[in-house]
């Protein structure tokens, strides 16, 4: 996300990222990720149960694992793990009056939407 915050903030669109660490981490995750936007934390993850998000028991499924070797040849590196590692997530638009015309939830760690797709979305729903 960090590097399409122009293309986010040019929708015009508000970004808030969600996670599931105690709020004492969430400055400790902005510093290893390099995040300066919205970061707020659901430590009993009411929202991702509220939007059906997956939680599966095994967490080391075959395609976490090609996701995970694919973001270590990128470059990308596991950091300190804070709250919940097995919970999935996903991504959610939402309109200012409470409309979701975008719901996309990852079936495995590192499923991501095409993020092309995701700045459409977001561009509909702050026109709407």
């Not at 660490?21 to 400790?28: D, L, N, R, T, V």
């Not at 936007?37 to 659901?42: E, I, S, Y």
């Not at 080391?60 to 990128?74: D, E, G, N, S, W």
């Not at 590692?85 to 079936?107: C, K």
Request: proline letters at 6%.
């Amino acid at each position: 996300m960090r590097h399409e915050k122009a293309r986010t903030d040019a929708t015009g669109a508000d970004v808030v990222v969600v996670g599931n660490g105690a709020p004492q981490f969430i400055e400790a995750f902005r510093e290893d990720v390099h995040y300066d936007g919205k970061l707020v934390t659901d430590p009993k993850r009411g929202a991702y149960r509220l939007l059906e998000m997956k939680r599966p028991r095994l967490a080391a499924a075959p395609m976490t694992l090609l996701r995970a070797a694919q973001a270590f040849a990128q470059g990308h590196r596991q950091v300190r793990t804070m709250g919940d590692t097995a919970q999935l997530g996903g991504v959610v638009v939402v309109r200012p009056d409470g409309e979701m015309p975008y719901r996309r939830i990852s079936s495995y760690a590192g499923d991501h939407p095409p993020f092309d797709e995701v700045l459409a979305a977001m561009s509909a729903a702050a026109r709407s």
